[in-house]
């Protein structure tokens, strides 16, 4: 019994054995199968690419063929191309499904399994009938023998699996196989056939014209470009060129420099050494130049001294002298005023026999040496401290158109000089001025009688000129004249002048012009910048007193040729307009004022003299001239302040305490030259005619109005 199973044990043993013998075949089997899925596997990854390969060749070929019937054809085989890729997927799902399988232990037995297996089957059903005692072992036998049947069957039906799979695979494979040569051929036909571009190009070009237009003019764009470029590297060309050349022209000059540079070192050495040497020099040459200096310092100091000495010993003397000449001055003073006395009477003498001789016109027993006396008297003097009045009469000039003398009413005395006839109402009137011109009487003539007033503004006396008269008597010709006889103004400058030239020496002088016109009582300066703008007269600032016109400008002028400027801007900025009297009648009163500054350069005493010009805007009768609106205005405020300068003139004759001066811009402004101490000269113009008695009659009788008036000695402006 024991030995039975002892032999059943040993039996068994080999069982297990053979068993396990079994299960590496299996293991081998399976790795053997794994082997094959990875051929598999990899056939597949082959077709794979062999497909990509296929799809770029189609891109590539669909690219150069364009989309005609080569596209159709592409389309074709993509949608064959498609149809392998789904055999693919099929086929990878097998491959998978196969995997699946092979996981299972038992699914890779083989049909060459089977024999073994077969053997063992009958080696356990031998055993099974030499141990029918052994109960437990049977069992054991039973269990194994069914174990053994299931493992049968189950290999029986995967081994049908694998088969069905193998063939299956197999197929695939072959039918990809052949889709991938008929692919290959359709490819080579492909690339055999002839190139399709031109057609394709052409139907493009039917195809689509405005693609052909946008070619041609990239086409075109694209040769611009090109022989830009073309240009832009032959110009780089040239600049290369040049950059060699400017670099060999740098290279000379960098040697020419570097040349320079070592010359302008020696010389620099060479002028530090000369630097130092003068250096040297000059501090000797200082030092003997303060020796020098030193030594005359001394010398001039014992000079000083000795001067001051001097000085004290002069003091007394020049006190003694300034005794000597207040005392010369009061004895002057009082000659003037004695001498003034002696001239007043000399005029009553003179008058006395001229009015004798008006009564008794038969009676020419008196000499007229007389009226030379008082004319040269007053003339020589300019002082008597009367305003001196001359009367022109104006000649009968061609536009006056009057041949017949009858029609003159005016006539002079030729033996008497400062009485003037007119005949008014059927009686002859006497006037008896300070000197009457005949109306041939030239502007030379005129001017001589006033020459020595003129000067003394250089003295600082404060002169004052002014012609009165009725419109068109001539006024502007006797103060202005015409360029070929000039009148007072011009004259009086040019003498202003000359004698100024004649005095340069001690004193220093400077003269200015200034230029105003009133019109209709508002004053305008006629130099300045802008003639419309209107000025006022004002009191000075400075308490002294004296007027003055606030923006007024004056015009400093260094030799006569400017004052002939100055008087010309003057001239073009006067209103003139015409009326029914006279066509070029001013109707404005125009004041030129010359100052006169004059510095001694000794003593630093100064003295203001003012020369005024005036020209007086004609006096006309309203109702005569037939003026109306603007020019009624204007004749109205010119016998506005023409009679406030009768006003005035009253006023100081009877030497009244006030003058009223300021009811007009015209006697306001001449303020200054018609009070006390001052020179004034009044020319009455007088027309000849007829026509005009009335006006000449009415100006002479304020003319002798004037002539009584007196203004005192005359005073110097002096600080
Ligand atoms: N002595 C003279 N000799 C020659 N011509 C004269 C003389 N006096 C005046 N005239 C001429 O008479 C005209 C009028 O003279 P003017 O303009 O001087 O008069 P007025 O008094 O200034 O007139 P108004 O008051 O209107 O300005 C001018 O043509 C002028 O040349």
Redesign the pocket.
């Known amino acids: 019994m024991v030995e039975s199973i002892s032999t059943l044990q040993g039996e068994r043993s080999k069982l297990m054995e053979e068993v396990s013998g079994l299960q590496e075949e299996m293991e081998r089997r399976e790795k053997e199968k794994q082997c094959l899925a990875n051929d598999f596997n990899q056939q597949v990854q082959d077709l794979k690419q062999k497909i990509q390969e296929r799809e770029e060749e189609l891109a590539r070929l669909r690219m150069e063929t364009g989309v005609t019937d080569t596209e159709k054809r592409i389309q074709h085989l993509t949608i064959e191309n498609e149809s392998l890729k789904q055999s693919l997927s099929v086929t990878q799902g097998l491959l998978q499904q196969l995997s699946i399988v092979s996981t299972q232990p038992s699914s890779l037995l083989m049909k060459e399994n089977l024999p073994p297996l077969t053997s063992l089957k009958d080696k356990v059903c031998r055993l099974w009938l030499k141990v029918p005692e052994n109960e437990e072992l049977r069992m054991k036998v039973h269990h194994l023998e069914r174990h053994l049947q299931e493992k049968l069957e189950q290999m029986a039906r995967l081994e049908g699996q694998v088969d069905s799979l193998h063939w299956r695979k197999q197929e695939e494979v072959r039918w990809l196989d052949e889709r991938m040569r008929g692919l290959q051929l359709e490819l080579e036909t492909q690339r055999d056939r002839p190139p399709e571009i031109q057609y394709v190009t052409r139907t493009v070009e039917v195809e689509s014209p405005t693609t052909l237009r946008s070619l041609l003019e990239a086409e075109e764009k694209n040769h611009v470009l090109l022989e830009q470029l073309s240009q832009q590297g032959e110009r780089c060309h040239f600049l290369e060129q040049q950059l060699k050349s400017s670099e060999g022209v740098t290279s000379d000059l960098r040697h020419k420099i570097e040349a320079y540079e070592a010359e302008i070192e020696t010389l620099r050495r060479d002028l530090i050494a000369e630097i130092n040497h003068l250096e040297a020099r000059k501090e000797e040459a200082v030092k003997e130049a303060s020796a020098c200096s030193e030594l005359h310092l001394e010398q001039l100091r014992n000079q000083f001294s000795g001067v001051q000495k001097r000085l004290v010993t002069l003091q007394p003397f020049l006190k003694s002298m300034k005794t000597n000449y207040n005392s010369l001055r009061s004895q002057v003073k009082n000659f003037s005023e004695f001498y003034e006395v002696a001239i007043k009477e000399a005029k009553k003498q003179v008058r006395r026999p001229t009015l004798h001789q008006q009564e008794n016109p038969a009676d020419t027993s008196l000499p007229q040496l007389s009226e030379g006396l008082l004319g040269s008297s007053c003339h020589l003097l300019g002082g008597t401290g009367n305003i001196r009045v001359l009367c022109?009469v104006?000649?009968v000039?061609e536009e006056s158109d009057v041949e017949d003398t009858a029609l003159v009413s005016v006539a002079t005395d030729p033996n008497n000089d400062s009485i003037v006839h007119v005949t008014y109402k059927g009686k002859e009137r006497i006037f008896q001025l300070d000197k009457v011109f005949a109306?041939q009487a030239t502007q030379d003539e005129v001017f001589e009688e006033i020459e020595p007033l003129v000067t003394s503004c250089i003295d600082g006396y404060n002169i004052c000129i002014f012609a009165y008269?009725?419109?068109?008597?001539?006024?502007?010709?006797?103060m202005e004249g015409?360029s070929e006889t000039p009148g007072i103004n011009h004259r009086a400058l040019n003498i202003l002048f000359r004698e100024l030239e004649q005095r340069d020496g001690m004193w220093r002088y400077t003269v200015s012009l200034s230029m105003i016109e009133i019109y209709n009582e508002l004053l305008r300066d006629l130099l300045g910048k802008d003639p419309q703008e209107k000025l006022d007269i004002k009191m000075k600032p400075d308490g002294s007193g004296l007027l003055h016109v606030p923006g007024l400008r004056s015009m400093e002028v260094q030799n006569f040729s400017d004052i002939k400027k100055v008087l010309a801007l003057g001239k073009r900025n006067r209103v003139t307009h015409c009326t029914n009297?006279?066509e070029?009648?001013?109707r404005s009163h125009m004041l030129l004022t010359v100052t006169v500054n004059g510095t001694d350069s000794a003593t630093g005493a100064r003295t203001t003299g003012k020369l005024n010009l005036v020209?007086l805007?004609?006096s006309e009768r309203v109702w005569k001239s037939g003026a109306e609106g603007e020019r009624l205005k204007e004749a109205q405020n010119i016998n506005r302040s023409l009679l406030a300068l009768s006003d005035v003139i009253q006023a100081l004759r009877s030497k009244q305490t006030h003058v009223p001066f300021r009811n007009s811009k015209l006697t306001y402004l001449l303020q200054d030259s018609l009070g006390k101490g001052n020179k004034t000269v009044m020319v009455v113009?007088v027309s000849p005619l007829q026509e005009n008695v009335g006006e000449t009659v009415c100006s002479l009788k304020f003319a002798q109005r004037v002539c009584k008036v007196e203004l005192g000695p005359a005073s110097r402006k002096v600080e």
């Open positions: 022109r104006k000649p000039t109306p008269g009725q419109t068109g008597s001539g006024k502007t010709y006797t015409t009297m006279n070029h009648s001013s020209d805007a004609g113009q």
